[in-house]
């Protein structure tokens, strides 16, 4: 850790106790501003408007009218406290504003002020605010320590959604020119280049050359990682991340060697590489949908017949609850298939078809267990049954690894805790609160540690490998044991033809 900037990390606690609230712990200016070029890029002003106050009172209006859900939100809440001690960013920081009703509360105390009969008669009676400037600032600062994970919505008796809200102010400060630079820089290069990390055609092309290098290297094999190829079957759409980054990039070499041992045609398009849509950390529908329709056309240039999407959870989102409302219908594509399908369904589909010969000994140097990513535990599901969103990943994980164990149970599945740097707070200004924010998730590891040795902890999200990659060395884990899904199945895959040593 020498030469890093000192935090400050949560001690483990011996049982799961609510933490003793210290007031404005932490309060601050938030992440940095987006500049000018990264506001106007997604249509949005490029400072701070004059008239601000005004304005963002009148996109709420509009917000309330055209989303009837948020105003139900808004309204629905009684105070009964059982999202208290639910979000892990309240839980590591200790600040009492990081609870999610009182997170909601400094969007829905400007609602009653504004859009109540009581909250403009009564204000104080109420719990009603006018719009500040400080109030602004607490919203820039508290609306991004949440990584819109809607784990408080699993224990809400009402549903309400404070990723919803969260989403909400976002939105609303983008539009008077008050917007994250994280987050709006990189939707604009989505824009221009195709992908998050501006990533352009001939950039893309000799990174995935370089990579078809090293798996034949590896394997004896020549396995294609196919760009802009028409009249292929399958579209993949993954992460930039998988392009380059550890471990992602060996989750990638993993979906290349599926698709290659199950003689499927596929490519990936340099025009819509990105599966990533930040649009939904924003709150901007509207940017949503322009990210969303550079898959639609990518399809329907490439004239593919099926869009696969590859391990990102918040992607998967995007895809499975928005996409056909966003940039559909997808009538164009194979409807015998899921629209659109997820990597992990392929995968096992393939398994269960006896398409992939696999060697789970090649994982046996590995203890695993799994990270339920939030979007896809809370937001999406697969295989087109209740709960396949949880089982997929896992049966894929046991089909290639001989030692699995889950995480503690009131910390996976459908009540899994963030990683912490999700919703687009994945960015080293917030590293603070990543820390922080990632201490029940670091807690539930150490007991699977503790318990059965587990040293490897597979995911299916690019933030969340991004995310414990930084944050495992500061609660003393090996950086190295976050592992993608797709690399355990890269690891058991038996190619046909390979190279196999004869001590293996």
């Known amino acids: 850790m020498a030469g890093k900037k000192e935090y400050t990390v949560p001690e483990f606690r011996p049982y799961p106790v609510i933490p003793i609230l210290q007031e404005d712990a932490m309060v601050g200016d938030g992440p940095f501003i987006a500049k000018p070029n990264h506001q106007e890029d997604l249509g949005f002003p490029g400072e701070l408007v004059e008239n601000w106050e005004e304005k963002a009172i009148e996109k709420m209006g509009d917000m309330l009218k055209k989303y009837r859900s948020l105003q139900v939100y808004l309204d629905s809440c009684v105070k009964c406290g059982a999202c208290t001690d639910k979000c892990h960013y309240m839980i590591g920081s200790k600040d009492p504003k990081n609870m999610p009703v009182a997170r909601q509360d400094l969007l829905r105390s400007v609602y009653r002020r504004y859009f109540t009969f009581a909250g403009k ?27 819109q994970c809607r784990r408080c919505s699993v224990f809400c008796p009402y549903g309400i959604d404070t990723a919803e809200i969260s989403m909400a102010a976002r939105e609303i400060m983008a539009a008077v020119g008050h917007g994250q630079k994280y987050c709006n820089e990189i939707i604009g290069k989505v824009f221009k280049i195709g992908n998050n990390l501006g990533l352009p055609e001939p950039a893309l092309r000799d990174t995935l050359e370089g990579l078809e290098e090293d798996l034949e290297d590896d394997t004896g094999v020549a396995v294609k990682i196919p760009l802009d190829v028409e009249g292929a079957d399958i579209l993949l759409v993954t992460p930039s991340a998988d392009f380059f980054a550890e471990p992602h990039i060996d989750g990638l070499m993993g979906y290349a060697k599926v698709f290659h041992e199950a003689g499927v045609s596929w490519t990936v398009s340099s025009y819509a590489s990105e599966a990533a849509n930040f649009g939904m950390f924003i709150g901007s529908y509207e940017n949503m949908r322009q990210v969303s329709l550079r898959i639609r056309e990518a399809a329907i240039d490439l004239k593919v017949k099926r869009i696969v999407f590859g391990e990102c959870g918040h992607a998967w989102r995007v895809a499975y609850s928005f996409l056909n409302t966003l940039a559909g219908p997808f009538d164009f594509l194979d409807q015998n298939y899921p629209i659109p399908q997820h990597i992990c369904e392929f995968t096992l589909d393939m398994i269960k078809k006896g398409e992939l010969n696999l060697d789970k000994s090649q994982n046996d140097d590995k203890t695993v267990t799994f990270h339920d990513s939030c979007n896809v535990a809370r937001a999406t599901g697969m295989g087109g049954y ?37 919703g687009g707070l994945l960015t080293d200004d917030l590293m603070d609160i990543r820390i922080k924010g990632a201490l029940p998730r670091m807690e539930a590891l150490k007991q699977v540690v503790d318990d059965y040795q587990v040293d490897h902890l597979a995911a299916i999200c690019a933030i969340c490998k991004s995310q414990f990659t930084k944050v495992l060395p500061y609660y003393k884990f090996d950086m190295h044991m976050i592992v993608s899904v797709h690399q355990l199945v890269s690891n058991a895959i038996v190619l046909e033809g390979q190279e196999v040593d004869d001590d293996e």
Not at 121 to 147: I, M
Not at 390 to 418: G, H, L, S, W
């Open 121 to 147: 008669y009564f204000p104080k009676l109420v719990g009603a605010r006018d719009l500040t400037r400080d109030v602004l600032d607490e919203w820039y600062n508290y609306y991004h320590q949440c990584s």
């Open 386 to 422: 209740p709960g396949g969103q949880f089982d997929i990943p896992r049966e894929v994980i046991k089909a290639v690894c001989n030692n699995y164990y889950d995480m503690p149970p009131e910390t996976i599945k459908d009540q899994t805790y963030c990683c912490g740097g999700g």
